[in-house]
């Protein structure tokens, strides 16, 4: 039964700050994993906010959208985000709240659940991420999907169609119907082979660990 693979399950969304942190965490620690090489990643998909609503002529940052939310000035909103892009910078992400313009995730997620069947998923997750925190596009755009899926090397006809429906919707459904069966109140979410959850961005060391428990585990 020895050198069985390790499944990583991965509930996160695209707009959660420390999503993206927990995953430069996690690359952290699988950098370090003696058995990187037998691990898979399935990223599920998860809505911190579903019903999120934007004025598609009117797109606001983050700063803005907060600030507008809650009620509190801009200056009060800038401030309320200094510790998660401090924490952010040490991960080595530059969050630029100032461009990070606020969209409903549901779409992109459905990118990514059509990236999943073709191999992309890491590499589309890590490229909605990126623009959305870093690059300031708008990724409630179908424009913006497409050029994404295109960067990532998804056939053009292949996102043509897909942009023109609604497909995937079921496969984004029925991973947030799984994490409410689970019990997942919070992203980023990790599940190692069903085993060993670790809830947060934690450090590096954290996901190590429970790496290399989860795989010694698997293969006594």
């Given at each position: 039964?020895?050198?069985?693979?390790?499944?990583?399950?991965?509930?996160?969304?695209?707009?959660?700050?420390?999503?993206?942190?927990?995953?430069?965490?996690?690359?952290?620690?699988l950098?370090?994993?003696?058995?990187?090489?037998?691990?898979?990643?399935?990223?599920?998909?998860?809505?911190?906010?579903?019903?999120?609503?934007?004025?598609?002529?009117?797109?606001?940052?983050?700063?803005?959208?907060?600030?507008?939310?809650?009620?509190?000035?801009?200056?009060?909103?800038?401030?309320m985000?200094?510790?998660?892009?401090?924490?952010?910078?040490?991960?080595?992400?530059?969050?630029?709240?100032?461009?990070?313009?606020?969209?409903?995730?549901?779409?992109?997620h459905?990118?990514?659940?059509?990236?999943?069947m073709?191999?992309?998923?890491?590499?589309?997750?890590?490229?909605?991420?990126?623009?959305?925190?870093?690059?300031?596009?708008?990724?409630?755009?179908?424009?913006?999907?497409?050029?994404?899926?295109?960067?990532?090397?998804?056939?053009?006809?292949?996102?043509?169609?897909?942009?023109?429906?609604?497909?995937?919707?079921?496969?984004?459904?029925?991973?947030?119907?799984?994490?409410?069966?689970?019990?997942?109140?919070?992203?980023?979410?990790?599940?190692?082979?069903?085993?060993?959850?670790?809830?947060?961005?934690?450090?590096?060391?954290?996901?190590?660990?429970?790496?290399?428990?989860?795989?010694?585990?698997?293969?006594?």
């Open positions: 039964m020895g050198d069985q693979r390790l499944t990583i399950e991965v509930w996160s969304d695209i707009v959660c700050p420390f999503c993206y942190i927990g995953k430069r965490h996690f690359e952290s620690a950098r370090q994993f003696a058995h990187a090489d037998r691990v898979d990643l399935v990223w599920r998909s998860f809505q911190l906010d579903p019903d999120t609503s934007v004025d598609p002529d009117r797109p606001q940052n983050v700063y803005e959208y907060l600030a507008d939310r809650k009620g509190i000035s801009y200056e009060q909103s800038v401030r985000h200094e510790d998660v892009t401090a924490r952010a910078l040490q991960a080595g992400l530059a969050y630029r709240f100032d461009k990070a313009i606020v969209f409903n995730t549901f779409h992109a459905r990118l990514l659940q059509l990236a999943k073709h191999g992309l998923a890491d590499l589309v997750k890590e490229k909605l991420m990126s623009a959305y925190f870093l690059d300031g596009r708008n990724c409630g755009e179908a424009a913006t999907l497409e050029a994404i899926g295109r960067e990532a090397g998804l056939n053009p006809a292949i996102l043509e169609e897909f942009l023109q429906s609604n497909a995937f919707a079921d496969a984004v459904h029925n991973d947030i119907q799984e994490a409410q069966e689970l019990g997942i109140q919070g992203v980023p979410f990790f599940l190692f082979n069903r085993r060993w959850a670790i809830s947060g961005a934690y450090p590096p060391e954290s996901f190590l660990q429970a790496l290399n428990q989860t795989y010694q585990a698997l293969n006594q």
